[in-house]
C-alpha cells in the first residue's frame, strides 16, 4: 500500500489539474450563458496561447512575454467571436455549433502548418517549476501556486460581475437578450467583453498547463477543452462558482483514475460518463438556473 | 408532364449507365490508382455523411457521436470475419482471442450495423431526451468512452485491445463499396419519402409542433438514431475493408467533425448534397489539392509557404468561408432533378436573352 504522502501528492495535482479546467471552464460557461453557444474553439485558443508562448519567448524575456501572449490571447479571442460567430447572430443555433467546429478544424490545422506538427518544448519559467520541500514532500512551486491563483481570479471575476455594471450587463444579457438589448445594452461590446475575459483566463490556464507539462502539441487543446465543458455543465452551465468546483471535482477524479494502472485508460471516458449522468439526474447541473420553454 | 417523366427516367438510366461503365474501366484499367481510391473512399464517405444527414438534417437531433458507431461497426465486422487460421496472428498478445468462428462477409456486414444500432439504443434511451447541444456533446462523450473501452486491455482477447485487426475479409473490386452503399442510400431515400421521414421533418421542424400532431417524439428520435447508427456501422465496416485494418485511435472526434463538414458543404437536409459533398471533399483532401503539401510543384520554383500541412490550412480556410456566407452549401435542402438542371439552364438562357436585349436597346 502507499502511505499518506502519496495520497496527498494526489490529491495535490488533482487540484492542480482541477484548477486549470475550471479556468478554462469560466470561458466555456460565461460564453454559453449569454450566446447559448458551446465554443468548440475554446480549447483551441488554449492551444493557440501555448504556442504564442514558445515563439514569443524565442525572441523577449519572459517578463515581456507574459503579458504580450495574455493579449494576442485575447485578441485572438475577440477575433474569432467577430469573424465567426457575430455574422452568424440570426442563424439557427446549429449553424453557430457548426461555425465553431470550422474554426476549432481551422486553429488545429493552422498550428499543424505552422510548427510541421511536431510537438515544441515550453519555455522553462524558474519561478513556476522550482522544487519545493513542504513537510517530507517534494512538489513543484506551480502546484501551489495554481490553485491559488485560480481562486484569486475567480473572485476577482465574482466581484467583477456581481458590482461593476458591464458585469450587470452580462447578467442582464444571459437572462434575456432581446429584452436587455431594447433596455439599451449594447450586445456587441458585452459579448467582446465575454470573449476578453474567456480567453484571458484561458491564456493564463495555458501558461500554466503548459510549463507544468513542459510541451505543446497542435492537438492538445481538443480534451482539456472538452473536459473543461463538461466542467462547466456538470456546475450548471452559466454558473461561475458551479464551473470552479466542476472543475474541481473532475480533476481530483481523474488524477485518482489516473494513479490505477488497469483503469487509467478510462480517465477521458470518466469525464464524459459523468457528463451523462449529470445530464440524466440533474440536468441543469448542481448550480443552474432552470430554463423552460415557451411556445 | 408525361413526357417530362420519360425524358428524366430516360436521361437517370443514361447516367447510371455511363456511372457503371466508368467504374468498370476504373476498376479494370486503374485500379491502383489515386482515382480509384478516391472513388472508393467517397463512395464510403457518402453512406456515412448521408446517415449523418439524416439525423443532423432530416430530424433535426445534432449528434456528434457518428465516428462511435462507425468504430463498433469496423469492430464488429473485423472481429467476426478473421479467419479462424490466421486469429493466432493477429491476437498475437491474447492468445488468438476468445472468438474462434468466422461467419460470411455478407453476415459480417449486416452484423456491423445491427451491433452499432443495439448500442445507439442504449444510448439513446437516456440520451434523446435532451436539447440540441447537450445532445451534441453527450454522443461525442459517448464516442469517447467506446474508444476507450475498445483499448481497454481488460477486453483485449475481443478487441485486440490498441493493437491493429487485419486480415479480415476484404473487397477486392472498387464496385463493391459503391453497390453496399447504393443499396443504403436507396433505403434511407426511401425511408426519407415515406411518413416516417415526414414525421422525422415535422420534428425537425418544431418538436412541439410535431409533437401536438399526434407525432410520437420519442418513438420517431429513437428511429432515426437507430437507423442513422445501423448504416454509420456499416460505414465504418466499408472504411475498415478500405484501410484493410482497423485499429481505434484513429476513430477520433475530428473524424466525426469532418464527415460534419461534408455534410454542411453538401447542404444540411439534401441526400444528393452529402453524396456530392462526399466526393468533392474526398478529392480535394486526396488528390486535387496535394500539390499545395509539394514546396515545389512547378517548374522546380521553390515556393516556400507551400509545404505539408498548408493543403488543410486552405482546406479548412475554404470550409470556414462555406459555413459563413454560403451557409446552404452546394445543395442547400433540395434535391437534383432533371427538371431543376433544365430550369437552371433556361433561366440563365433567360438572363442571357433579357442582358443581351438590353444592351441591344440601349
Given at each position: 500500500?502507499?502511505?499518506?504522502?502519496?495520497?496527498?501528492?494526489?490529491?495535490?495535482?488533482?487540484?492542480?489539474?482541477?484548477?486549470?479546467?475550471?479556468?478554462?471552464?469560466?470561458?466555456?460557461?460565461?460564453?454559453?450563458?449569454?450566446?447559448?453557444?458551446?465554443?468548440?474553439?475554446?480549447?483551441?485558443?488554449?492551444?493557440?496561447?501555448?504556442?504564442?508562448?514558445?515563439y514569443?519567448?524565442?525572441?523577449?524575456?519572459?517578463?515581456?512575454?507574459i503579458?504580450?501572449?495574455?493579449?494576442?490571447?485575447v485578441?485572438?479571442?475577440?477575433?474569432?467571436?467577430?469573424?465567426?460567430?457575430?455574422?452568424?447572430?440570426?442563424?439557427p443555433?446549429?449553424?453557430?455549433?457548426?461555425?465553431?467546429?470550422?474554426?476549432?478544424?481551422?486553429?488545429?490545422?493552422?498550428?499543424?502548418?505552422?510548427?510541421?506538427?511536431?510537438?515544441?518544448?515550453?519555455?522553462?519559467?524558474p519561478?513556476?517549476t522550482?522544487?519545493?520541500?513542504?513537510?517530507?514532500?517534494?512538489?513543484?512551486r506551480?502546484?501551489?501556486?495554481?490553485?491559488i491563483?485560480?481562486?484569486?481570479?475567480?473572485?476577482?471575476?465574482?466581484?467583477?460581475?456581481?458590482?461593476?455594471?458591464?458585469?450587470?450587463?452580462?447578467r442582464?444579457?444571459?437572462r434575456?437578450?432581446?429584452?436587455?438589448?431594447?433596455?439599451?445594452?449594447k450586445?456587441?461590446s458585452?459579448?467582446?467583453?465575454?470573449?476578453?475575459?474567456?480567453?484571458?483566463?484561458?491564456?493564463?490556464?495555458?501558461i500554466?498547463y503548459?510549463?507544468?507539462?513542459g510541451?505543446?502539441?497542435?492537438?492538445?487543446?481538443?480534451?482539456?477543452?472538452?473536459?473543461?465543458?463538461?466542467?462547466?455543465?456538470?456546475?450548471?452551465?452559466?454558473?461561475?462558482?458551479?464551473?470552479?468546483?466542476?472543475?474541481?471535482?473532475?480533476?481530483?477524479?481523474?488524477?485518482?483514475?489516473?494513479?490505477?494502472?488497469?483503469?487509467?485508460?478510462f480517465?477521458?471516458?470518466?469525464?464524459?460518463?459523468?457528463?451523462?449522468v449529470?445530464?440524466?439526474?440533474?440536468?441543469?447541473?448542481l448550480?443552474?438556473?432552470?430554463?423552460?420553454?415557451?411556445? | 408532364m408525361?413526357?417530362?417523366?420519360?425524358?428524366?427516367l430516360?436521361?437517370?438510366?443514361?447516367?447510371?449507365?455511363?456511372?457503371?461503365?466508368?467504374l468498370?474501366?476504373?476498376?479494370?484499367?486503374q485500379?491502383?490508382?489515386m482515382?480509384?481510391?478516391?472513388?472508393?473512399?467517397?463512395a464510403?464517405?457518402?453512406?456515412v455523411?448521408v446517415?449523418?444527414n439524416?439525423?443532423?438534417?432530416?430530424?433535426?437531433?445534432?449528434?456528434?457521436?457518428?465516428?462511435?458507431?462507425?468504430?463498433?461497426?469496423?469492430?464488429?465486422?473485423?472481429?467476426?470475419t478473421?479467419?479462424?487460421a490466421?486469429?493466432?496472428?493477429?491476437?498475437?498478445?491474447?492468445?488468438?482471442?476468445?472468438?474462434?468462428?468466422?461467419?460470411?462477409m455478407?453476415?459480417?456486414?449486416?452484423?456491423a450495423?445491427?451491433v452499432?444500432?443495439?448500442?445507439?439504443?442504449?444510448?439513446?434511451l437516456?440520451?434523446?431526451?435532451?436539447?440540441?447541444?447537450?445532445?451534441?456533446?453527450a454522443?461525442?462523450?459517448?464516442?469517447?468512452?467506446?474508444?476507450?473501452?475498445?483499448?481497454?486491455?481488460?477486453?483485449?482477447?475481443?478487441?485486440?485491445a490498441?493493437?491493429?485487426?487485419?486480415?479480415?475479409?476484404?473487397?477486392?473490386?472498387?464496385?463493391?463499396?459503391?453497390?453496399?452503399?447504393?443499396?443504403?442510400?436507396?433505403?434511407?431515400?426511401?425511408?426519407?419519402n415515406?411518413?416516417?421521414?415526414?414525421?422525422?421533418?415535422?420534428i425537425?421542424?418544431?418538436?412541439?409542433?410535431?409533437?401536438?400532431?399526434?407525432?410520437?417524439?420519442?418513438?420517431?428520435?429513437?428511429?432515426?438514431?437507430?437507423?442513422?447508427?445501423?448504416?454509420?456501422?456499416?460505414?465504418?465496416?466499408?472504411?475498415?475493408?478500405?484501410?484493410?485494418?482497423?485499429?481505434?485511435?484513429?476513430?477520433t472526434?475530428?473524424?466525426?467533425?469532418e464527415?460534419?463538414?461534408?455534410?454542411?458543404?453538401?447542404?444540411i437536409?439534401?441526400?444528393?448534397?452529402?453524396?456530392?459533398?462526399?466526393?468533392?471533399?474526398?478529392?480535394?483532401?486526396e488528390w486535387?489539392?496535394?500539390?499545395?503539401?509539394?514546396?515545389?510543384?512547378y517548374?522546380?520554383?521553390n515556393?516556400?509557404?507551400?509545404r505539408?500541412?498548408?493543403?488543410?490550412?486552405?482546406?479548412s480556410?475554404?470550409?470556414?468561408?462555406v459555413?459563413?456566407?454560403f451557409?446552404?452549401?452546394?445543395m442547400?435542402?433540395r434535391?437534383?432533378?432533371?427538371?431543376?438542371?433544365?430550369?437552371?439552364?433556361?433561366?440563365?438562357?433567360?438572363?442571357?436573352d433579357?442582358?443581351?436585349?438590353?444592351?441591344?436597346?440601349?
Open positions: 500500500m502507499h502511505d499518506a504522502a502519496y495520497y496527498i501528492q494526489l490529491l495535490l495535482s488533482g487540484v492542480t489539474v482541477g484548477s486549470l479546467y475550471a479556468l478554462i471552464a469560466i470561458g466555456y460557461t460565461m460564453v454559453y450563458g449569454i450566446l447559448r453557444l458551446i465554443n468548440f474553439a475554446h480549447g483551441d485558443i488554449f492551444m493557440m496561447a501555448g504556442f504564442f508562448m514558445v514569443i519567448s524565442a525572441e523577449c524575456s519572459l517578463a515581456v512575454s503579458p504580450l501572449v495574455l493579449l494576442l490571447t485578441i485572438l479571442g475577440v477575433a474569432i467571436e467577430r469573424a465567426a460567430y457575430k455574422p452568424l447572430r440570426t442563424a443555433r446549429m449553424s453557430v455549433m457548426i461555425s465553431a467546429i470550422g474554426v476549432s478544424y481551422l486553429l488545429q490545422n493552422l498550428a499543424n502548418y505552422i510548427t510541421g506538427g511536431i510537438a515544441r518544448a515550453y519555455p522553462d519559467i519561478f513556476f522550482q522544487v519545493m520541500n513542504v513537510g517530507g514532500l517534494s512538489i513543484k506551480i502546484t501551489v501556486i495554481t490553485p491563483l485560480t481562486i484569486a481570479l475567480v473572485v476577482v471575476l465574482v466581484i467583477l460581475i456581481q458590482k461593476t455594471k458591464i458585469g450587470m450587463a452580462m442582464a444579457v444571459s434575456d437578450f432581446e429584452t436587455s438589448q431594447l433596455m439599451g445594452i450586445i456587441n458585452v459579448i467582446s467583453m465575454t470573449f476578453v475575459i474567456g480567453s484571458f483566463l484561458a491564456g493564463v490556464a495555458s500554466l503548459f510549463s507544468n507539462y510541451q505543446v502539441s497542435p492537438m492538445i487543446g481538443a480534451m482539456p477543452g472538452l473536459k473543461a465543458f463538461v466542467a462547466a455543465v456538470f456546475g450548471g452551465i452559466g454558473s461561475i462558482p458551479g464551473a470552479v468546483i466542476g472543475a474541481f471535482i473532475i480533476g481530483i477524479c481523474e488524477s485518482v483514475i489516473k494513479a490505477n494502472e488497469t483503469i487509467a485508460v480517465s477521458n471516458a470518466f469525464t464524459f460518463a459523468l457528463l451523462i449529470i445530464l440524466l439526474c440533474k440536468p441543469n447541473g448550480f443552474g438556473e432552470k430554463l423552460t420553454e415557451k411556445v | 408525361k413526357n417530362n417523366k420519360k425524358r428524366n430516360l436521361l437517370s438510366l443514361i447516367l447510371a449507365a455511363i456511372c457503371i461503365a466508368f468498370l474501366y476504373v476498376d479494370k484499367f485500379h491502383y490508382s482515382l480509384a481510391t478516391v472513388l472508393k473512399k467517397g464510403i464517405y457518402s453512406l455523411a446517415s449523418l439524416l439525423l443532423n438534417g432530416f430530424t433535426g437531433l445534432f449528434s456528434l457521436g457518428q465516428a462511435g458507431f462507425m468504430m463498433i461497426g469496423a469492430y464488429t465486422y473485423s472481429i467476426l478473421i479467419p479462424v490466421d486469429r493466432a496472428g493477429v491476437y498475437q498478445y491474447f492468445d488468438g482471442g476468445i472468438v474462434q468462428f468466422c461467419v460470411p455478407i453476415v459480417g456486414l449486416i452484423l450495423g445491427i452499432p444500432a443495439i448500442f445507439a439504443w442504449l444510448i439513446g437516456p440520451v434523446l431526451k435532451l436539447k440540441s447541444d447537450y445532445l451534441a456533446i454522443t461525442l462523450g459517448f464516442a469517447e468512452i467506446m474508444r476507450a473501452i475498445i483499448q481497454w486491455k481488460q477486453v483485449g482477447p475481443l478487441t485486440n490498441s493493437n491493429l485487426l487485419k486480415k479480415f475479409a476484404n473487397f477486392d473490386s472498387i464496385l463493391f463499396p459503391f453497390i453496399v452503399s447504393a443499396i443504403c442510400i436507396g433505403f434511407i431515400v426511401l425511408l426519407i415515406s411518413t416516417y421521414g415526414r414525421a422525422f421533418k415535422a425537425r421542424d418544431d418538436e412541439i409542433a410535431a409533437e401536438a400532431m399526434g407525432i410520437n417524439l420519442a418513438k420517431h428520435k429513437m428511429q432515426a438514431f437507430l437507423i442513422s447508427s445501423f448504416f454509420a456501422g456499416i460505414g465504418g465496416a466499408l472504411l475498415a475493408m478500405f484501410q484493410s485494418s482497423v485499429q481505434a485511435s484513429t476513430f472526434s475530428t473524424m466525426t467533425y464527415i460534419l463538414l461534408i455534410v454542411v458543404i453538401g447542404g437536409g439534401s441526400i444528393t448534397g452529402s453524396i456530392i459533398g462526399s466526393f468533392l471533399y474526398i478529392a480535394c483532401s486535387w489539392l496535394r500539390f499545395l503539401d509539394d514546396p515545389a510543384p517548374l522546380h520554383v515556393i516556400s509557404f507551400m505539408p500541412g498548408f493543403r488543410m490550412l486552405v482546406f480556410v475554404v470550409i470556414m468561408i459555413v459563413l456566407f451557409r446552404k452549401g452546394i442547400g435542402d434535391e437534383f432533378s432533371w427538371d431543376g438542371i433544365f430550369n437552371f439552364f433556361k433561366k440563365l438562357c433567360k438572363k442571357k433579357k442582358s443581351a436585349k438590353e444592351v441591344a436597346s440601349k
